[in-house]
């Protein structure tokens, strides 16, 4: 399985010759010995993310060639928790003060309205990351085709959005990233869907990692909200054209 070392704000998730799939900072396929979830300070504000990211697992004693893959957050990783059942693991990060919700039923949004969002906050940028963000680092055993590592990067999403409504009444923040990694020589996995047993595993993994996360940093179950008032957080709250092809 994964070896996942917590040290100096950094979790470093292990697992030799790993094939990865970010969806965060540099992101895209890479082959490498670990991925890495890095908490940065408050105030943080730096945009050379390369070399700080070599800087803190330096600091670490994380020895890494390379570029690997790496998330950052807000959140200490005092409250990373992990998950594990059959041939998944999965560690996650929960921190909530940049919500992005979307309304179903939009209020007083419409087609005239395209193109100015009703956020109530500023404009997605390619800024550092905000101090909220729910990263995800799943890894499975199993041999994943092109196209069931994309697949898992959207169960693993779908289920932390699903455990985020309904426990936190918000299906994200506006900064969330995942990465997925296999195992180049396992057994081979055509598909990761819901149905499938990586894809099963990865849904409650998610599930309870992302419940556990939320539970150590808001131990009260006082999340921060509500989400139209949050200073970093967007409403979704326009309406798009909708017509028949």
Known sequence: MFDATVREGVLRLRRPETRWLSTGWGGGRSRADAAYNVSVPEGFDRTDLGAYRDERLAHAEFKSE?????????????????????????YATVGLSNPATLPMEPAGATNDDAGDLNCNAEAA???????????LTVGTTRRLA?????NLVAVAAEAKAATLLATADVPGTTSDAVVVGDDPTGEPAAFSGSATPV??????????????????????GEYPGPPADAEHGVVSDDRAEVFEP
Request: hydrophobic fraction near 40%.
């Open 199 to 220: 894809g099963a595993a990865a849904r409650v993994c998610v599930r309870d990692a992302v419940r556990a996360s939320l539970r150590s940093r808001y131990p009260d």
């Open 66 to 90: 390379g570029a690997p893959p790496t998330l950052f957050t807000g959140v200490s990783m005092a409250h990373v928790r992990g998950a594990r059942f059959g041939p998944v693991v999965a």
């Open 146 to 150: 092109d196209g069931a590592a994309a």
């Open 125 to 135: 940028t390619d800024d550092p990351p905000r101090p909220g963000t729910v990263n």
